[in-house]
């Protein structure tokens, strides 16, 4: 091993300690300080091993330390590691015409960039480029597309949703003010009729209205997330992306999906293939790249790109190490079949849930495709009030060594998203923790 891993992975916890003085961090969910893994599994400074359900903020499809992974880019950083965004790569060729043939039939064209928010700026950039005279985008309530100046403003992050305003209001007065909000179809929570149908008609309605009356000018996009994670595991209903692909294609402006968090992971490559609704431009990011920093944009072949002055120029944009991670990822997928695990595993979870719903009425409902599920805790199911305790579900679960998520400023909702890899086997083994943790907390 070399001598700076070894004086860094034998540090003491004082010295961390020390250590912890100099370093500043701007949000997250405090956990323990991990020290390693391996698939699932995650251990921390004290020796503990938990099952990490949240895939480290929904990133390590192949869990941690996948051998395959680190073997190419090992071989690969032999051969060269960052390339400036002007220089083409066999690499960035690659992984493009393998995106292109994954995305669906009309979406060729791919852009890569280093995160996720820089890819929905890019996806933003896109259309007002592609809508003349156009400077408005369309997003959901309880959305979260990232906490850049630009996507902070779209998402939950810059509002009072939870009563009070988080960080970003050291920086409203930079904040870009191109995006309108309208009602997100959260079906669970409709109380206006018996009938949740009702909810996606009037959402639809709000957007049609707001694209109407409440924008000045053209619309240049809707921005969705096929399913809004951070707001609460909200599996937007077909009918009303169908809905919403219509109002797009009626009103010219263009539909954008973040697919930040389903790509993969609803069990299928892109949502499309979930829902038969084909957006024109498709922002990826989080677990694209293996496990390394990458994001990308694949648009319809309609759509006028990017041209080659300075319209989207960012130093790590060509980070070969990360794409050749994401093809890696994307040939084992394929040869293990992991997206009909993800289908098969996701269901086990699901239904296991599910099944403690009579033994616990706190559970208020289950939200699930693939391994995107979101479990909300109510004290009343009739009121579908919040139930308060969550959070310490989620403490307790730390203490039954289960990494356990939280939904955004809706602390009630609880995240189970682990790595695509997870075994059947494995999820019995997530769902005796999670009861466990549940049971602890709650009786």
Not at 188 to 217: F, H, K, S
Not at 397 to 404: S, V
Not at 418 to 441: D, F, Y
Request: charged share 20%; hydrophobic share 40%.
């Amino acid at each position: 091993m070399d001598k700076l891993l070894e004086k860094v992975y034998a540090m003491t916890p004082a010295e961390t300690e020390e250590c912890a003085k100099h370093l500043m961090v701007g949000g997250g969910s405090p956990g323990p300080t991990l020290i390693g893994g391996k698939g699932i599994y995650v251990t921390d400074h004290s020796g503990k091993t938990y099952i990490d359900c949240t895939s480290q903020s929904w990133a390590l499809y192949l869990g941690y330390a996948n051998e395959e992974i680190r073997e190419i880019v090992h071989e690969h950083m032999g051969q060269m590691s960052h390339i400036h965004q002007g220089f083409n790569t066999q690499v960035r060729y690659a992984l493009a015409r393998k995106l292109a043939e994954l995305a669906p039939p009309n979406l060729n064209r791919v852009s890569f960039t280093a995160s996720s928010g820089l890819a929905i700026e890019a996806a933003i950039k896109l259309a007002l480029k592609n809508v003349p005279g156009s400077r408005k985008v369309i997003c959901l309530d309880e959305a979260y597309h990232g906490n850049s100046l630009t996507t902070a403003a779209a998402s939950w992050t810059s509002t009072q949703a939870k009563g009070e305003f988080t960080g970003v209001k050291s920086f409203v007065n930079g904040l870009n003010d191109i995006f309108v909000r309208v009602p997100n179809p959260y079906t669970y929570q409709w109380n206006r009729t018996d009938d949740p149908e009702d909810c996606i008609d009037y959402c639809l309605w709000a957007m049609e209205n707001a694209i109407q009356r409440e924008v000045v000018g053209q619309v240049a996009a809707i921005l969705v997330e096929p399913i809004q994670a951070s707001g609460g595991q909200i599996i937007l209903p077909k009918r009303y992306l169908q809905g919403v692909r219509a109002l797009a294609d009626k009103y010219g402006c263009l539909l954008i999906f973040d697919e930040i968090q389903t790509y993969c992971r609803i069990g299928e490559w892109f949502a499309y293939g979930y829902y038969d609704v084909e957006p024109d431009i498709i922002c990826l990011g989080k677990a694209i790249g293996g496990g390394f920093p990458m994001a990308a944009n694949i648009i319809h072949d309609r759509l006028i790109g990017f041209s080659m002055n300075a319209e989207e120029l960012h130093t790590f944009a060509n980070n070969s190490v990360s794409q050749i991670a994401a093809l890696k990822q994307i040939e084992i997928i394929e040869r293990d079949n992991l997206l009909e695990n993800t289908r098969n595993v996701g269901k086990i979870l699901g239904d296991g849930v599910k099944s403690m719903m009579s033994a616990y009425p706190e559970i208020g409902d289950v939200r699930q495709a693939g391994l995107h599920i979101g479990i909300e805790m109510v004290a009343d199911r009739q009121t579908k009030v919040a139930h308060q305790g969550a959070t310490k579900i989620r403490a307790i679960g730390l203490e039954n060594g289960i990494i356990l998520g939280t939904a955004g400023y809706r602390k009630n909702i609880l995240k189970i998203k682990p790595p695509l890899i997870t075994t059947a086997e494995e999820a019995a083994e997530i769902l005796n923790r999670w009861e466990a943790s549940l049971k602890a907390a709650l009786r």
